[in-house]
């Protein structure tokens, strides 16, 4: 009972935040004052992680600091929660995420994506909206800003296999840049159906970079080689540590 009241109490605790915070900027982009959604959007994001910890007892930890690059860089990671593309915000200064197109659809939310520059990924719009895409992740990387990107595609349940999206290739051959696999257990804590937020610690692995050049095939194999296996090792020690509590 104590896990669903907490959980509960979370979630709207998050949403109440969120509205806010979007509420009280959106003055700020009617002024055009846009430089400062950037900021208010950090705020957010460290903000949505204090009321994880304070309500539900959920922490977080990044590992593997020290196998991101130096200058602009491909962040290729797992995605199961809505924790994922809210932290980098806060962890890195100006990311550039790539995003499904129909996100921009979505009210308030679609405006802050367009002012903080991230890139759409229209998945029916044909060789076109590749182009597009390509075009404006390599002027991202010029800009030298860090490229995140979830190459399944969408949110995924732990152990959920879903294929992997040819778009990171495409970004890594047009930018040149190297590819930061990461790992992660988000799903287990804030996962994409239900209210169930057991107390624990989200872990972020950043795994050892792959250096540009590499052959499609060689690419994907090491890509999803890579993540894939950090992830089922991690999945499986917090399964363990859930199962403790």
């Known amino acids: 009972m104590l896990l669903l009241l907490r959980s509960l109490l979370f979630q709207a ?3 109440l935040f969120t509205a806010t915070v979007a509420i009280l900027t959106m003055p700020l982009l009617a002024l ?4 400062m959604v950037k900021p208010i959007s950090q705020f957010w994001a460290r903000g949505v992680n204090v009321l994880l910890k304070l309500i539900a007892g959920i922490d977080y930890r990044i590992e593997g ?43 308030i939310y679609g405006w802050f994506t367009k002012v903080l520059g991230m890139v759409p990924v229209d998945r029916d719009g044909g060789g076109a909206a590749l182009k597009q895409m390509l075009r404006a992740c ?3 990387a ?4 860090v490229l995140i990107i979830f190459p399944q595609g969408t949110r995924t349940l732990p152990g959920e296999d879903a294929p992997y999206q040819p778009g990171v290739v495409a970004i890594y051959r047009e930018t040149g840049l ?3 696999p990461a790992a992660l257990n988000s799903g287990y804590f804030w ?12 872990r972020l692995q950043y795994l050892e970079p792959i250096p540009p050049g590499l052959k499609r095939d060689a690419f994907m194999a090491e890509l999803t080689g890579r993540i894939e296996t950090a992830n089922a090792k991690l999945e499986a020690e917090t399964r363990e540590s859930l199962q403790k509590q």
């Not at 962040?75 to 995003?99: E, G, M, R, Y």
């Not at 996962?191 to 989200?202: L, M, S, T």
């Open 142 to 145: 010029e800009q030298g800003r």
């Open 13 to 15: 605790s998050f949403l």
């Open 32 to 35: 055009r004052w846009r430089s």
């Open 178 to 180: 190297p590819v930061v």
């Open 191 to 202: 996962p994409k159906h239900g209210w169930r937020r057991p107390p624990g610690v989200i």
């Open 65 to 107: 600091r020290e196998n991101l690059p130096k200058g602009p860089f491909i962040l290729a990671a797992k995605h199961q929660s809505l924790w994922d593309t809210s932290v980098v915000l806060a962890l890195f200064d100006n990311p550039c995420i790539v995003i499904k197109q129909e996100l921009l659809r979505i009210p």
């Open 138 to 140: 390599r002027a991202a």
